[in-house]
């Protein structure tokens, strides 16, 4: 019962803890990151939870990505919450603060450390390089994806203490749902071999072999792998959708794009780079862009310091198993999102860390307890430090989620902490033509393409930007540029159709609306844009199609409802109630 009671304790401590240092979360805006494609601007989500929209999210590769749990709960919330970005930020924190309870659980389960496994679970909750994946709403399917992770891991170490089929079927079914939520969960079963290892002591290799927990037997790693094999299974089917949903939507780099070479390079480079945030986490920022090359000694001192470590860490894993299983758990986990099969143009991320920082949590945790344990009163030395770290990492996180606050904020800082960096001079630009600030818009978005001139979207926002300015021939230029380096962007042709129907070139127009159209079929603002075109040439019967179809899409869009209005008050307008009825 005494167990029990320090066991609530500690998960209303890492609560509070977590709350404190995230709370203000609430107080965030959405961000000109995403959060607009994925939630805000998306038909299939803000309208809440409909029949058309569940098909969708199992049917749809929208955002170059397959995750049908995470779409359902952005569904869920739009459902509740409406538009409400405190909310849709809620849940993100909340699904945190449950896997950081999980965490906990599960370790303190398998190993019996209740305190080591509450201080892993501590830095996991309240670390800042997490910041990114609880703060940013689109990313959603991090901390949904992470929480079904950890649930695994749970469900994986009831089944072992009791063998049995409905608990090895809990087991696939929680992890099939969180690779439904993110396919970041491919390597899981790998980590679960680890386990295997150390803390359950289920793998018999010789004199290497941890002592196995109450009750559980050990096994070969053959026949512990052959267990696996339904989850492996899970793994591979999930590898294959991922990469088919990234490379339709055109975001796996080709080897022509960025060599292997540089591959591997910002790889090793990458790897020592988020120890380094992980004990000094200065400077982060929300995009790092990818330089394509590093200087040699850079490459080379990374590659000999992961070398030794590994090697280090394996050879003492023999005696202290948890540096072995805890170094792997980190190279492992980040291995997809490490760079070497590029996704995006990113040279890191942040919110990659979410799972595999766990490991060198793990390795923290344990072994700075056993490195002091013969001294005298260790448990009172290490307390006051550990309650540093941990006061220190709330003051920093709370410092990181308020950097999150607003789209100007947050691309400010990272502008401040990084160079020639084209995406935040992008999403900066959005913001301030949101507010208005076209001259300023129109400098960073110019910025941004002067940094990578083959980036389609910053040539249409300020395409968009010169068109509110009215000057048209160079809002079509930059629209025409857009659709040369990109000739299936849908909003590059619906764009340009709209500045050639206001040059009057109206045919020239319909086609690229009707070319956006071909490639989105539900984007609302080209049906209404052709509907506009289509009223111009006088075809109204048409025009009303695509108005209604527009607010069929989003039911919600006013210019659409209004141009509708406005067309059927026409006497020659099919429906119009002053047309004469033969």
Known sequence: MRSHGLKLSICLLLTVAALAAYWQLLDNDFIHLDDYEYVIENPHVNKGITKQGVIWAFSSFYANNWHPLTWLSHMLDCQLFGLNPGM?????????????????LAFARATGALWRSAFVAALFALHPLHV?????????KDVLSAFFWIITIWAYILYVERKGVCRY????????????????????????LLMDYWPLGRMDLGRWTVRPGPGISQSGIFQLVREKVPLFALTAGGTVIAFLAQHRGGSVASLEALTLNSRVCNALVSYLAYMLNMIWPSDLAVYYPHTG???????AGAGLILLSLSLA??????????????????????????????VGAQAMADRYTYIPLIGLFIIISWFIPDLLQKRKNYRIMLSLPAVIVLSALIICTWLQV??????????????????????????????????????????????????????????VNLGVAFYSTNMLKQAVWHFSEAIRIEPEHDGAHDNLGVALARQGKTAEALDHLLKALSINPDNAKAHNNLGNTLAIMGRFDEAVKHFREALRINPDYANAKRNLDNTLKRSDAPGSPWKTVP
């Open 88 to 104: 849709h930020h809620l849940t993100n924190l909340l699904f945190h603060i449950g896997s950081t309870i999980m965490l906990f």
């Open 169 to 192: 079927l809990m087991v696939l079914v929680v992890f099939a749902l969180g690779l439904m939520s993110k396919q970041m969960l491919v390597t899981l079963p790998f980590v679960l």
């Open 132 to 140: 990114e994946s609880v703060a940013w709403v689109a990313e959603r």
């Open 402 to 459: 308020r950097r999150w606050s607003d789209t100007i904020t947050l691309f400010t800082r990272t502008l401040n902490v990084t160079a020639d960096n084209w995406l935040a001079h992008n999403a900066l630009g959005t913001a301030l033509k949101k507010q208005g600030q076209l001259d300023r818009a129109i400098a960073h978005y110019s910025e941004a393409i002067r940094l990578r001139p083959h980036y389609p979207d910053a040539h």
């Open 313 to 342: 860490l394996l050879w003492w894993g023999r005696r202290l198993p948890y540096l072995a299983v805890g170094w792997l758990w980190y190279l492992g986990t980040l291995l997809p999102v490490i760079g070497l099969i590029q």
């Open 293 to 299: 090359a590093y200087p040699l000694w850079q490459v």
